[in-house]
């Protein structure tokens, strides 16, 4: 297993009217420069395409790493593989693919959607595994499946073993259907912990003999001390507020480990919120040693591009990190 642990920044794309490039790149450049492994780029319907923002981000950065959402509604797996064949060629850098089902019931609405939760699940494992062989071979390929049918295709798509896209499959309510899907196709199994306890007993412990590496997504507020830390979490009131009453009530119920009754609140009911992890440099990195001692190499931070101090945090956390993981 790697001894190190790469981490990317969570990006909400804007509409074309919100964003420039100039300001989307300035964002990428510093990530970069506080030891980010890479970026999420995530699929909206309505926000520019991740793939044409991350060719930007690849010809204006050195090393740091698109990791791209892909939702199998939105083009067929062979046309994925050319356009990620053309960027990887052209750049000789790898992207990182974070497969959807497809769970923003309005986009699915906008495109008439028509499959089940549980047959999006069954089209994505049969999408991943294509990709994976269009990406492995240049051979024609044949295919029969449910959602896709081929017959020796032949697109020129191979690509050297150092740049195939690592594949991360994520898993919303670990329910049957997507840690089956996780299984049959997953490079990294991600979630979003609940609490340490949760992320071992309904994640990593059903998935470990899966040969996979773990994921996870968070919020990190760091500081040198833990009174800084709290005095930033606390200038979102309202939110903090029920971060709050849910940490209380979870606390009641016996939920928490000391060091989590410290530093971690839980995530709000909004669309598309992580836990928070609120601490002193030493805290926060503690905490996180904690999930990577059982398989976890990557973490996602979702409020790190939202300012330059964060990501300057952050950073610190991210070497503190892997400080710890080398020793280890």
């Avoid at 150092?162 to 899907?181: N, R």
């Avoid at 899966?210 to 500081?223: M, Q, S, T, V, Y």
């Avoid at 930033?232 to 939920?255: P, Y």
Wanted: aromatic share 10%; net charge negative; proline share 4%.
């Amino acid at each position: 297993m790697r001894n190190t642990v790469e981490v990317y920044s969570d990006f909400k794309l804007p509409i074309s009217q919100d964003y420039h490039l100039d300001e989307i790149l300035q964002t990428m450049k510093s990530l970069e420069c506080n030891h980010f492994t890479g970026v999420l780029l995530s699929y909206k319907n309505s926000t520019l395409d991740p793939f044409v923002v991350a060719c930007a981000v690849l010809q204006h950065t050195t090393t740091f790493t698109p990791l791209v959402a892909v939702q199998p509604y939105n083009m067929p797996p062979h046309s994925l593989a050319k356009k990620v064949h053309a960027i990887c060629h052209l750049y000789n850098r790898r992207i990182n693919l974070n497969m959807i089902s497809g769970s923003i019931k309005q986009d699915l609405l906008e495109v008439k959607e028509s499959l089940d939760k549980k047959g999006r699940y069954h089209r994505l494992v049969e999408y991943t595994n294509i990709i994976r062989k269009l990406f492995a071979s240049s051979e024609p390929l044949t295919w029969e499946s449910i959602n896709y049918q081929y017959d020796q295709l032949t697109i020129n798509s191979a690509l050297p073993s150092e740049i195939i896209p690592k594949l991360f499959v994520a898993s919303g309510s670990l329910s049957s259907l997507a840690m089956d899907a996780i299984r049959s196709c997953g490079d990294s199994a991600l979630m979003i912990p609940d609490c340490l306890d949760q992320f071992l007993h309904d994640f990593h412990f059903p998935l470990k003999d899966a040969g996979l590496e773990f994921g996870i997504k968070i919020n990190i507020i760091a500081r040198p001390t833990a009174d800084e830390a709290l005095q930033v979490a606390k200038q979102e009131k309202t939110i903090f507020r029920v971060r709050q009453l849910f940490k209380s009530q979870r606390q009641q119920a016996g939920m928490y480990s000391l060091l989590e009754k410290d530093v971690f609140f839980p995530r709000t009911d909004m669309d598309g919120d992580s836990s928070l992890v609120v601490g002193s440099y030493d805290k926060v990195t503690e905490y996180l040693t904690r999930y990577v001692e059982y398989g976890v190499r990557s973490i996602i931070i979702g409020n790190a591009y939202t300012s330059p101090e964060e990501m300057k945090h952050c950073g610190e956390i991210i070497d503190r990190l892997n400080h710890c993981v080398a020793a280890s």
